[in-house]
C-alpha cells in the first residue's frame, strides 16, 4: 500500500512568490492534514480537510489556504511568500476525521527556502 | 488549549541500555488520545506508540512502553533495548476525542541519539 506522498520534496523561492505543494494520502483516507515544521516553532497545526471540507484552520494568516479534491489529495498554497515561511511542510491521512484516533500517517514533506 | 511539553532537547543512550523520553500536557478534556511519533533524520514521521485515557493500562509496543499517569498529566516513553535505529527526533502529541478536535497538539521534541 503506498504511503503518504508529497511534492515537491524540495524548492526554492523569492520573497513574494507563490508556492503551491502537494499531497496525496493513503488510498481509502479521507482527511489530510498539514503541518508545518521549523526549528524554533516545532510543529504547528495548518488545517484539516475531509471529505473536501475545511474542518478547521491553525492560527496561520490567510496567506496560507488550502484545498482538497475529490480524490482525496490535497494541495496547500503560499502567497507572497516570506522569509519565515521556510519550513518543512508536512501532509498526514488519516483514514477518520484526526479527532476520533488521531492516527495519522506523515508524508516525507516539502521543504521549503524563500530566500 | 491544549499544551504539551517535552522538558529533554535531547538525550543520549548507549546501545542496549533502556532510555525514558519525558512527556507532560495540559488539557480540560476529559477523554482523549495521547501519541508517541519518531521522526528519524531526513525520514518520515511514524507512529510508535498510542494511549487513550480511558484506558488505565499502559500501551506497549515490543520494545516500546509509555508509563501514563492521568492525574499527573504526564506520559511518558521507555524504550527498552535501545538500537541505533532508534536515533531520531521523538514527539508528544495530544488529540482530544471530541466531535471538535482536528488536530494533533505537539511537543517541541527530544532528539534521541543512540551511542554505539
Known amino acids: 500500500k503506498a504511503g503518504v506522498t508529497q511534492t515537491p520534496r524540495y524548492l526554492i523561492k523569492t520573497r513574494g512568490q507563490q508556492v503551491t505543494l502537494s499531497c496525496s494520502p493513503i488510498s481509502g483516507h479521507r482527511s489530510v492534514s498539514w503541518y508545518q515544521q521549523t526549528p524554533g516553532q516545532g510543529l504547528q497545526f495548518l488545517f484539516e480537510y475531509f471529505s473536501e471540507t475545511q474542518r478547521n484552520k491553525g492560527n496561520f494568516p490567510g496567506r496560507f489556504s488550502g484545498r482538497q479534491f475529490s480524490n482525496s489529495r490535497s494541495e496547500m498554497n503560499v502567497s507572497t511568500l516570506e522569509l519565515g515561511d521556510s519550513a518543512l511542510y508536512l501532509c498526514a491521512s488519516s483514514l477518520l476525521p484526526a479527532g476520533n484516533t488521531g492516527e495519522l500517517f506523515f508524508g516525507e514533506g516539502s521543504r521549503l527556502t524563500v530566500l | ?116
Open chain 2, 1 to 116: 488549549a491544549q499544551t504539551v511539553t517535552q522538558s529533554q532537547p535531547e538525550m543520549s543512550v548507549q546501545e542496549a541500555e533502556t532510555v525514558t523520553l519525558s512527556c507532560t500536557y495540559d488539557t480540560s478534556e476529559s477523554n482523549y488520545y495521547l501519541f508517541w511519533y519518531k521522526q528519524p533524520p531526513s525520514r518520515q514521521m511514524i507512529l510508535v506508540i498510542r494511549q487513550e485515557a480511558y484506558k488505565q493500562q499502559n500501551a506497549t509496543e515490543n520494545r516500546f512502553s509509555v508509563n501514563f499517569q492521568k492525574a499527573a498529566k504526564s506520559f511518558s516513553l521507555k524504550i527498552s533495548d535501545s538500537q541505533l535505529g532508534d536515533t531520531a527526533m521523538y514527539f508528544c502529541a495530544f488529540t482530544g476525542a471530541g466531535a471538535g478536535s482536528y488536530q494533533l497538539t505537539f511537543g517541541k521534541g527530544t532528539k534521541l541519539s543512540v551511542i554505539p
